[in-house]
């Protein structure tokens, strides 16, 4: 019964251990007219990578919809707060 709990237990713990995302803070712009934003993006993975990185995967989807990405302000594997979330509004999670 010990064993059936205990092996529970860790199946339960490890997905949630693998699941650990990387929050990536960026700022971006369109050109003609000007238009600036301030977004969140969240990239799998368990580490968040260098910034460097991070740009690089962000910067594709980025310039999908026309946006440049001027730089990454901050990674985090924590979940943002709701501050953040409301700065981010609409750029909140959309790439």
């Known amino acids: 019964m010990k064993q059936l709990f205990f092996t529970l237990c860790v199946a339960?713990?490890?997905p949630g251990?693998?699941?650990a995302d990387c929050y990536v803070e960026y700022k971006a712009k369109?050109?003609?007219p000007l238009?600036?934003?301030y977004g969140i993006s969240r990239l799998p993975g368990v580490t968040c990578p260098p910034r460097g990185e991070a740009a690089e995967a962000l910067s594709g989807s980025l310039a999908?919809?026309?946006w440049?990405?001027?730089g990454v302000v901050a990674t985090s594997t924590e979940e943002p707060g709701q501050k953040k979330r409301a700065d981010a509004g609409a750029?909140?999670?959309r790439y």
Do not use: I
């Open 12 to 14: 339960l713990a490890v």
């Open 30 to 32: 369109q050109d003609d």
């Open 91 to 93: 750029y909140y999670l």
């Open 68 to 70: 440049t990405l001027l």
């Open 64 to 66: 999908q919809d026309g």
């Open 17 to 19: 251990l693998a699941r």
């Open 35 to 37: 238009r600036l934003h």
